[in-house]
Each structure stands twice: as C-alpha cells, then as structure tokens.
C-alpha cells in the first residue's frame, strides 16, 4: 500500500464514547500532522509531529488527545467529544519541515451525536 | 511539477508602512489559494481565495487572486510591530484520489517600530 491511509473513513459516536484515528504513512516521511476540516472551513492544523516528537499542539482541547508511536503511524485518540467536534479529520505527512510538500490520507468523517 | 513561489523571501519596513507579499503559483487542478500567519507557533489561518479579482479583507490585511496571471497578494496596511511573523501561502491540490498542500517558502516579514 503505497502513500497515505487512514482508518475508519467513516465512525458515528455519542459524546461519552472513547474511540481513536489511525494514519498510516508508506511514504518514509519524518513529519505527520492532523487537521480538521469543518463544513466550508478551510484546514485547521491541529497536531505537528516531527521525528514522534510533537512540535506544535495548535490549542486543541484536550478531548482531543495524539499519539505518535513511530514516524510512520499517528493516533488520534477522542473521548468525551462534543456534536462541534464533527467534521473531517485528515491526517498528512511531510518529508521534513512543515513547508514540505504535505501528502495528505483520504480523512475520517467524524459525526458526533 | 507543482509549486508555489513566495517573494521577497524577507522584507524589514518600519511600523506604519504598507507592503505587499507575493504568491504565485503552477499547479495542475488548482481550486484554492490558502494564506497563513507563523509566528513562533503553527501557523494560523487568514485567508481563502477561490475567485479572481475578488478582494478578501480582514481588518488592515487583505488579499486578491488573479487567475489569470497565477498569483495572490496579501497587503497589510498600517503596519504595526506584531505583524512580524512569516506569511506563508499554500495551494491544495487533488492528484488522482490524493491530496496534497503545495506550500511556499514564505516571506519573513520584520516591522520595525
């Protein structure tokens, strides 16, 4: 599998539940972001990650909660998430610096009843 | 091959002055121009441009695409010393089922009081 993926496309949760976001990498890049994109809003950065370190937390409640374990695989980890929270969530990579090219995977559309 | 060209790459006015920041752009399936802020955190959003010749405006920036000639300017009028920070401008693409946000190189933008 070449480039980047994510899983699920698609989840449906209550605001009690606890899920996660995963994004794949197959593109032997050190930078992996998180992004929410909201119905006719452009992208928001929410998390930065270079080489698993997280550089950047662009002041993402804490309901809201990354992973990185490696530089090919990042979590998004959701508990107690408000109806506001739905959206897309796309995750992208970059070879290094944040003004690399960001190759971005196909998003999760997030519902949150 | 895709890219986006910032100029000047730094530019150092005194507080008061008007300056304009260039972006130009060769993209294949171009639908929108982004504009973003960098201070010493992520960047932040300012604006989106899908149309030519239509002004966006916010406050003493504003920013115009044109089309035609592949290109977008963001003027600040009236500059104060916290408009230093770095413009960046981004343009997304789709390839194919791929998504992918050509970045500049940004301009480093100085304002001396």
């Known amino acids: 599998e070449t480039g980047v993926t994510q899983t699920p496309r698609h989840l449906v949760m209550g605001m009690t539940n606890k899920k996660s976001l995963k994004c794949e990498q197959h593109?032997?890049?050190?930078?992996m972001y998180w992004y929410k994109q909201s119905a006719k809003k452009p992208l928001e950065l929410m998390f930065v990650?270079?080489?698993?370190?997280?550089?950047e937390n662009n002041s993402v409640p804490s309901r809201f909660s990354p992973e990185c374990p490696n530089s090919s695989h990042l979590f998004l980890h959701l508990h107690t998430l408000q109806p506001e929270d739905s959206a897309l969530y796309l995750c992208?990579?970059?070879?290094?610096?944040?003004?690399?090219?960001?190759?971005f995977g196909p998003g999760t559309r997030l519902t949150v009843l | 091959e895709d890219k986006v060209v910032q100029s000047p790459l730094s530019l150092v006015v005194h507080e008061g002055d008007t300056v304009t920041l260039n972006c130009s752009y060769e993209?294949?399936?171009?639908?929108?121009l982004l504009w973003y802020k960098q201070e010493k955190k992520a960047p932040t959003f300012l604006f989106m441009l899908?149309?030519s010749g239509i002004e966006k405006k916010s406050g003493r920036l504003s920013s115009i695409l044109d089309k035609k000639e592949l290109f977008s300017i963001l003027n600040i009028t009236a500059t104060q010393t916290g408009d230093s920070a770095v413009y960046l401008c981004?343009?997304?693409?789709?390839?194919?089922?791929?998504?992918?946000?050509?970045w500049g190189a940004g301009t480093k933008l100085i304002i001396k009081p």
């Open positions: 992208a990579s970059s070879q290094g610096g944040f003004t690399d090219t960001q190759y």
């Open positions: 593109l032997g890049h050190n930078a």
């Open positions: 990650y270079n080489f698993k370190e997280q550089t």
């Open positions: 993209v294949t399936n171009f639908r929108s």
């Open positions: 899908t149309s």
């Open positions: 981004a343009v997304p693409i789709q390839m194919d089922s791929n998504y992918q946000l050509i």
